[in-house]
Structure formats: structure tokens, C-alpha cells
């Protein structure tokens, strides 16, 4: 999890009293619970993703519609104490950083030590006192700070959100490195900054250790020109959804047949299940308009808005133009 080479240098800052910030994009203990005997893995009943390890709470939560549960003490499945807890998450990111340098006073921001009132200012201003030697936490420490102590940055996984089927996934890892390492070397103290990574040969990692936006952007532009993807095209994510499975997949492919009517110079793609199939106890599906014309999108949207039939029962359509997400 900690390498040697940012061990010693934690270490190295610690022995001159400066201050030190590490930073993993996911919160809880482990992202999953899985049997070892048949493979199971804790899922959600309202969402179509797996449950995470709150070792705090002994809880598994899922982080989009809040279910949780007691953590399992066997396999659902199978019967299997044979549970393994697997994943990274920045709860074992503390325990193994306490662990590491016992005599470290560590801090810790994500959502789950942040949710009570005045908790994120009480933290920041603890930094600030130099009551803090190692601030660890999610994105939310990413930007924004400002402590002239803070002299090593340690993105702990750089790669958390590099394969999410989304085509921001590689700008996202690349902002988030960029933003990060700018928390270091804020004054005359100088800084330092580690990445860990199993893609070191990325693009947007090796842009972002670099500080070099235009590579980034140059490279980034060219993998959203086939397939097309903004900014060469605009784009509008049409999600589909129902508490009822068959009549999400129904009514995506009622509404697809109405579209492809109506396209007049812009592109269809789908209709598919989403990435995240089920959320919030609904199903859904999805399909993308494309088209380097606003005005031509725009016309599509607006009759697919206005006169689209969807069948009968509890279904929904959403038209979200310029998506920053499409999970």
C-alpha cells in the first residue's frame, strides 16, 4: 500500500516537523466483500454495484442510495466464513499509516469523518495549528488547501478512477494528480510529490507528474476523435429507467425506434443497459445523441421531450445534455 520511497520519505518529513498529505479517491475500509468459496460478493439490493467495508461502523454501505447492513459473518450464498475483504479504501489507508509511524498524529477527511457540522473546518483548522503531521483523504483534499508545512503529496492509487466506463475517466485522473500535487511546495520549504501507480507509462499520469496540461490535452483530444466525443461533438446521455427490468429494456427501445425517426444529421448510439444497471431500485438504460451541432441536438431533445410515448406503468426519461458523468 505505502511504498518503500514514500515511506522514507514520510519519514524524512516527519524527522524535520513538516507536514504531509496522502490522498486515495475512495472512502471506507474495503470496496467489496467477496466468499472465498463460491465468489460472492456483497451487492446492494437497490443498486446493480458492490457494498463497501466500513471497518469503523462493522457496516457495508453502498455509497449511491445509503443501504446498509450489518458486515456479514458468512457468505449469503454459500454459508462460507471464508470472507475476504477486499479493495482499498482510505479507512485501511489510516489503520496501515498508523501502523507505519506510530508516533504521527493523522487526520482523516472523506465524507464519513466530515458529515457533522463544522467537522471539515474543525479538521483543516487542526492542520493549520500544526496538530496534524499526516492529512489523508479523498478528493475533498485535493484542492483548495493551503498549508505552508505541507511539503510531500502521496496519491496512494493513482488509477481508483482511470477504468470507469466513462470517457472523462482519464481527464478526471488527470485534474485530480494535478490538483493534489498542487497542495505541496507552497512556500519557500520547497515540496515533493509521489505517485503510486500500476500504469506509470499513462498518458495522464505521466502529464500530470509533469505538470504538462498541453501534452495532456494535445494527446486527450486525439483519443475522443474516433469514436467521436466532445469537444469535437456535442452529446446528450437519454437514460431510461423503471423499478420493472423488461419494461426499462421496452420502453429504451420504444423511445430509440421514435428517435431514429427524427435524427436529421445527428447519431445514435445504443440503446444499452447503463453502467450502473440498477440505482436506487430503478433499471436503466441508456442510449447517446451525438452531433456537432448544437442546434441539431437540440431539435431531437426537443421531440423527444415533447412527444416521445413511453408504455405504461412507472417509467421515466431523462435528458441530460452535456453529461460531465455517464455511469
Not at 264 to 288: K, S
Request: charged fraction near 25%; hydrophobic fraction near 40%.
Amino acid at each position: 500500500m505505502l511504498s518503500t520511497q514514500l515511506v522514507d520519505a514520510v519519514d524524512s518529513r516527519l524527522v524535520r516537523g513538516e507536514q504531509v498529505i496522502l490522498l486515495l479517491n475512495r472512502r471506507g475500509y474495503s470496496s467489496f466483500v467477496q466468499c472465498r468459496e463460491c465468489g460472492d460478493v456483497e451487492q446492494c439490493e437497490n443498486c446493480s454495484i458492490s457494498l463497501t467495508y466500513h471497518r469503523t461502523t462493522q457496516r457495508i454501505v453502498c455509497h449511491h442510495c445509503r443501504f446498509e447492513a450489518p458486515a456479514p459473518q458468512r457468505c449469503a450464498r454459500c454459508g462460507s466464513k471464508d470472507l475476504s475483504f477486499r479493495g482499498l479504501g482510505t479507512e485501511q489507508v489510516e489503520r496501515i499509516t498508523a501502523e507505519t509511524f506510530p508516533t504521527a498524529r493523522i487526520a482523516r477527511m472523506d465524507v464519513d469523518t466530515t458529515s457533522g457540522k463544522w467537522a471539515h473546518q474543525r479538521i483543516l483548522d487542526r492542520v493549520e495549528r500544526g496538530e496534524v503531521d499526516i492529512l489523508l483523504g479523498t478528493q475533498m483534499i485535493a484542492k483548495g488547501l493551503d498549508f505552508p508545512r505541507v511539503t510531500l503529496v502521496g496519491a496512494v492509487n493513482a488509477d481508483v478512477g482511470m477504468h470507469l466506463p466513462d470517457f472523462r475517466a482519464s481527464e478526471r485522473t488527470f485534474q485530480l494528480l494535478s490538483q493534489v500535487a498542487g497542495r505541496a511546495g507552497r512556500s519557500t520549504l520547497g515540496g515533493e510529490v509521489f505517485v503510486q501507480t500500476s500504469l506509470p507509462e499513462h498518458y495522464a499520469i505521466r502529464a500530470a507528474v509533469g505538470h504538462d496540461f498541453e501534452s495532456f490535452a494535445e494527446r486527450e483530444l486525439a483519443e475522443r476523435q474516433r469514436p467521436a466525443y466532445p469537444p469535437h461533438v456535442r452529446m446528450m446521455n437519454v437514460v431510461i429507467s423503471s423499478p420493472e427490468q423488461e419494461l426499462a429494456a421496452q420502453a429504451a427501445e420504444s423511445v430509440v425506434r421514435f428517435a431514429r425517426g427524427r435524427l436529421g444529421g445527428v447519431q445514435l448510439v445504443g440503446p444499452a443497459p447503463a453502467p450502473i444497471e440498477r440505482l436506487h431500485g430503478r433499471w436503466r438504460w441508456h442510449f447517446l445523441l451525438r452531433s456537432p451541432s448544437p442546434g441539431a441536438l437540440g431539435s431531437v431533445a426537443e421531440q423527444l421531450a415533447r412527444d416521445a410515448r413511453l408504455p405504461a406503468g412507472d417509467v421515466r426519461m431523462a435528458l441530460d445534455r452535456d453529461p460531465v458523468a455517464l455511469l
